[in-house]
């Protein structure tokens, strides 16, 4: 009467279909699953906003054992119920860097040890006309940069 009670549903796949797991996966196999998607889906690397957005939401739930068992037995609005929006209010790409230690998403590489700190971009306008634009023709550019000397380490 006060609230209504979210209906026992027990074909609950959308979730694993966008990881393409099966409902049995384990957490080692959501992880590989959603690392592999996310890489391929990622807008950084043309994928679509959308569809990486799903893949996260998917993850944020199955990945969490209590989250998992009430979208497994009653269902996604069960879960917007409960948690306001169904997303929880996270972005997912906090997901997405979990995975691969805040840097560059393609940039491969371990989260161990130091990372080399990175310098500013280095930008240079080039003239180039529409039609090589269209057609993609390579030109080169040189530039020069300032460097530290190896032996004193910039220091003299």
Known sequence: MFGRRPSKKSDNT??????????????????????????????????D?????ELAQAYEVLSDPEKREIYDQYGEDALKEGMGNGGGGHDPFDIFSSFFGGGSPFGGGSSRGRRQRRGEDVVHPLKVSLEDLYLGTTKKLSLSRNALCSKCNGKG
């Open 49 to 53: 906003p959308e569809k990486f957005k």
């Open 14 to 47: 959308k979730f694993y279909e966008i990881l393409g797991v099966p409902k049995t996966a384990s957490p080692e196999d959501l992880k590989k699953a959603y690392k592999k998607a996310a890489i391929k889906n990622h807008p950084d690397k043309g994928g």
